[in-house]
């Protein structure tokens, strides 16, 4: 009875929120010399590994691995371990601009970036693509050690750029906008816009060896993006971007226009169908530009509005501004229905641009905001400068838990796909910084172009959040390892688990304590488990240097 009271204090620790505990910063990096050079995502692996990219001009240093710029800007891949320390960087590139957009990895620590190039050729390692437009997209694959697997690229005769990548166990997804035709591999996408800004977008998705599964295409007659993906726990994948002027269609479901822009969320499965799509809008210009998906199949998107009053279905948001954006946050359950939007903001600019959810379907969101204070909730961050960043964290209920800025005198920025919570709970967040010094809490980085006249010159920022342990559970070892990983979770009764040690022995006990199963592992770092009932579980994984307990959902 004492060992059953003792887990389920565990189990209640684990589960409940404290709120207003904001942790602190753990470690911050910056890259970068006289040229312009900014990260544009980032990401982790299952050792907590953290992986960055962005973009470059002239030279930029990462440890001991100076890279050199073969034309306007390159793009550039740097991999840190999780106390900060460069462990390999590399370039690609060619004449003129050339940039990752988004970067992701796999369950087995291979990484997959996505990007433009609008070079005449692209150089990754010693292979070239050539460009067939003004800007083609390419998809490229890594292992672990930076070692180039594969590539792939979108060719049209116009501009077509990917905004977003995600990767599962069996496959690579990739959402964009094309202007023109564009081929992949045997496919064909038609546009349907004109005009000027006549994009519309696409998705696409390939095998783990780049082989193509599938591509589609959605539009009106004007401007169309997918901002951002994710998949959610069965294998269906979530896209969320605006639309400009005119209807937007996914297959069979046409969302009609309220404004200059609006914003869409659109659900396919795991075939490329679209199983629903939903808008939300105002009068004037609306843009969503991240998406995340908790563990309970929920989509959550943000963005910025600048109409007076935006609707989400039955729900609104209030602009406190004029000619002014303010930030939403709005959470959709699995069918499309809104479940709550949330606004935050003052009187000037305010962007949310990115997002990320734990375990414990807390949300993360961070962006920019300009001159004045920011409020949240019953926080308010002081804005240093120009343009400074901010991050907040929400519960699944959507209160405020907390939020923290960062920025120094000038321009300092994030952007989609800059935030990403780690293996181990931490919470990673990447940008660029224009700014002589940018101050996160205690913490300074020092701009190579300090003291320029006039410099508009970035550097990279990498910035570390320490796990929060206040709600994230720290009892049940969720943020004291780094070595385990365990998919796909939720499981519809079978889950996989991949160890950095060998793996000596697997516990499973229910929500009350019970043990469900026990087993012993011959010394294995790759196996296959599975549980019948639907429930709450705790796995508790013994291998030859820990013991670690990791929670998991099984829904039939």
């Known amino acids: 009875m004492i060992r059953k009271t003792l887990f389920l204090a565990i189990v209640l620790s684990y589960l409940t929120n404290s709120y207003g505990q904001t942790p602190e910063w753990n470690w911050i990096a910056k890259a970068g010399e006289t040229g312009d050079d900014e990260a544009l995502s980032t990401t982790s692996d299952m050792n907590g590994n953290i992986i960055v ?11 001991i691995d100076t890279l050199s710029s073969s034309g306007a800007s390159d793009f550039f891949i740097a991999k840190y371990d999780p106390a900060g320390n460069v462990l390999w960087a590399k370039k690609g590139g ?20 996505t990007g433009a190039f609008q070079s005449s050729t692209l150089t990754i ?13 390419f998809v490229a694959k890594f292992d672990s050690q930076g070692n180039l697997q594969w590539t792939k690229q979108i060719i049209g005769t116009d501009h077509d750029n990917a905004n977003c990548v995600i990767a599962d166990s069996t496959s690579i997804v990739i959402g964009g906008r094309f202007k023109q035709n564009i081929i992949i591999d045997t496919d064909t996408l038609t546009n349907i816009s004109s005009g000027t800004y006549a994009f519309d977008v696409f998705l696409v998705k390939y095998d783990t060896s780049g082989n193509l599964a599938w591509s589609r295409s959605a539009g009106g007659s004007n401007e169309d993006v997918i901002n951002s993906l994710s998949f959610d726990n069965n294998g269906n994948i979530l896209a969320t971007g605006y639309y400009t002027n005119s209807p937007i269609t996914f297959d069979t479901i046409t969302l009609t226009n309220s404004g200059s822009n609006d914003i869409f969320l659109a659900k396919y499965n795991s075939s490329g169908n679209v199983i629903w799509a939903k808008k939300a809008a105002g009068t004037f210009n609306d843009y969503s530009y991240a998406l995340a998906v908790d563990q309970n199949n929920n989509s959550i998107i943000s963005g910025y509005f600048g109409s007076s009053k935006i609707y989400f279905d039955s729900d609104s948001l209030v602009n406190i501004g004029s000619a002014t954006f303010d930030i939403f946050l709005a959470k959709y359950d699995s069918n499309g229905n809104i479940i709550w939007v949330k ?13 990320s959810t734990d375990l414990n ?29 901010f991050l907040a964290k929400y519960d699944e209920f959507g209160n405020e838990l907390w939020a923290k800025g960062a920025g120094g005198n000038d321009y300092d920025e994030t952007h989609p796909n800059c935030l990403h919570i780690s293996q181990n709970g931490s919470i990673i967040l990447a940008g660029g910084f224009v700014s002589d010094t940018i101050v996160f809490d205690s913490i300074s980085l020092v701009n190579a172009n300090a003291g320029i006249p006039f410099s508009t010159s970035r ?8 796990p929060d342990t206040f709600t ?17 979770n939720p499981t519809s009764g079978i889950f996989n688990l991949k160890s950095s040690n060998p793996i000596m022995n697997l516990k499973v006990f229910n929500s009350t304590g019970q043990l469900v199963t ?20 705790f796995v508790q994984i013994t291998t030859n240097k820990q013991i670690i307990t990791k929670k998991i959902i099984v829904k039939k």
Not at 125 to 133: I, P
Not at 459 to 466: C, K, R
């Open 53 to 63: 990219a962005g973009y470059f001009n002239g030279t930029i240093i990462f440890g």
């Open 94 to 113: 060619g004449s003129l601009n050339d940039q990752i957009t988004s970067i992701t990895t796999d369950p087995w620590e291979n990484i997959i970036v």
């Open 125 to 137: 390692d010693t292979l070239t693509l050539t460009n067939s437009g003004s800007w083609d997209t």
């Open 343 to 355: 606004r935050a903001g003052n009187t000037s600019m305010d962007v949310g641009y990115a997002l």
């Open 361 to 389: 379907n807390n949300i993360l969101i961070a962006g920019n905001y300009n001159n004045l204070p920011l409020f949240f909730g019953a926080d308010t961050i002081e804005n240093s400068g120009l343009w400074d960043v």
């Open 459 to 466: 550097d990279m920022f990498l910035a570390v959040l320490s």
């Open 472 to 488: 994230t559970g720290l009892n049940l070892n969720e943020n004291i390892t780094d070595l385990i990983v365990l998919f796909p």
């Open 518 to 537: 026990s087993k012993d592992i011959d010394g294995q770092d790759c196996l296959t488990f599975s549980l019948e009932s639907s429930g709450i579980y």
